[in-house]
C-alpha cells in the first residue's frame, strides 16, 4: 500500500508542477483511500484503478465542485451560521464538507447514505476533517422499512436503490422512513433539506412528510434525464416532486433554461 500511495503522489505531482503549497496532493490508505489537498483529506476508494488519471484535470475538477455545491444547492436558499442541514442521499461527502463549513459550528449537518463504500467514505471524510459538526448514518430513506438493494453503477453518482433479490452488484441496506429517523435522532426544525437519490424520490418522499412540515427550505433532485438516457421509467420522478412538495407547503423554483442537462431537475421550495 506504501508503495502505491508513493507512485500514486508522484505522478500527481509530476503532472501538476504548477500547483501552489495549498494545492499539494498526498495519497494515503486509511481504511479507504484517499488525498491529503492542503487542509483537507477527500476520500478516493478506486484510487489503484485510477493511477493513469488525467490528474490536472481530476485536480481542477475537485477544486471546481467546491464551487459548484453551493450553486447547486444553494441557488434559493442562503446557509447562515446555526442551521441545521438534513442530506439525503449524502454519498461520499463533498456537499457534506460544504455544508458543514456553512453552518459552522453553531449549526448541525445530519447526513444519510446508504450504500457501504460510499458511507466509509463518508464516514471517513468527516472523521478525517475533524467535522464535529456532522452526524452520519448508513441507511436509505423511504415510505415503509425493510431491507432492499443498492445496486453499485460504474459511475458511483448513480448507485440506486430498489426493491427485489439481490445481485452480484448489489448490497442489501436498512431502509427506513425518514420521519421516524428524525423522531430517533433528535432533529428538530430543519433549515434545508437536500434530497439526492438517484430516482428513488417516490419511496422517500411519502415517509418525510411530518419533517418537511418542520422544514424551511428544501431542493430536491429529480432524474428525469436518467429516463430519456434509457435507464427505466422509474427514474422519471420531475412531476411527481414538484406536486408532492406543492402539497406540503412549499412555493416552487426550477432552472428550466440551465444548459447543464441535470440542473433543470434541481427543485427548490421554500415554504410559504
Known amino acids: 500500500m506504501e508503495s502505491i500511495a508513493q507512485e500514486a503522489t508522484a505522478r500527481a505531482r509530476a503532472a501538476l508542477p504548477g500547483m501552489g503549497p495549498e494545492m499539494t496532493l498526498t495519497a494515503f490508505f486509511d481504511e479507504l483511500w484517499g488525498w491529503q489537498m492542503g487542509a483537507y483529506r477527500i476520500p478516493d476508494p478506486e484510487l ?25 444547492w444553494f441557488h434559493v436558499y442562503k446557509p447562515k451560521a446555526g442551521d441545521v442541514i438534513v442530506d439525503i442521499g449524502a454519498g461520499r461527502g463533498e456537499d457534506v464538507l460544504v455544508f458543514s463549513e456553512a453552518v459552522g459550528p453553531e449549526g448541525h449537518v445530519w447526513a444519510l447514505e446508504p450504500h457501504p463504500v460510499s458511507f466509509l467514505a463518508l464516514r471517513k471524510l468527516c472523521e478525517w476533517n475533524k467535522l464535529r459538526n456532522v452526524t452520519v448514518r448508513q441507511v436509505a430513506c423511504v415510505e415503509q422499512a425493510g431491507a432492499l438493494q443498492i445496486e453499485t453503477m460504474p459511475v458511483w453518482e448513480s448507485n440506486f436503490v430498489r426493491s427485489g433479490p439481490p445481485t452480484a452488484t448489489s448490497a442489501t441496506v436498512e431502509g427506513r422512513p425518514f420521519d421516524a429517523l428524525s423522531r430517533e435522532m433528535g432533529i428538530g426544525p430543519i433549515s434545508f433539506l437536500k434530497m439526492n437519490i438517484e430516482g428513488a424520490e417516490r419511496q422517500a418522499l411519502p415517509g418525510c412528510r411530518e ?43 426550477t432552472r428550466d433554461e440551465d444548459k447543464r442537462y441535470y440542473v433543470p431537475y434541481h427543485v427548490h421550495g421554500v415554504r410559504s
Do not use: I, N
Request: proline share 1%; aromatic share 14%.
Open 48 to 72: 489503484p484503478q485510477k493511477m493513469d488519471r488525467d490528474w490536472s484535470k481530476w485536480a481542477a475538477t475537485v477544486a471546481k465542485y467546491r464551487r459548484d455545491v453551493s450553486d447547486y
Open 211 to 253: 419533517a418537511l412540515g418542520r422544514t424551511a427550505s428544501v431542493c430536491v433532485a429529480a432524474h428525469d434525464f436518467r429516463a430519456d438516457r434509457g435507464e427505466g421509467e422509474t427514474f422519471r420522478t420531475l412531476d411527481f416532486v414538484k406536486s408532492f412538495l406543492r402539497e406540503a407547503g412549499f412555493a416552487l423554483t
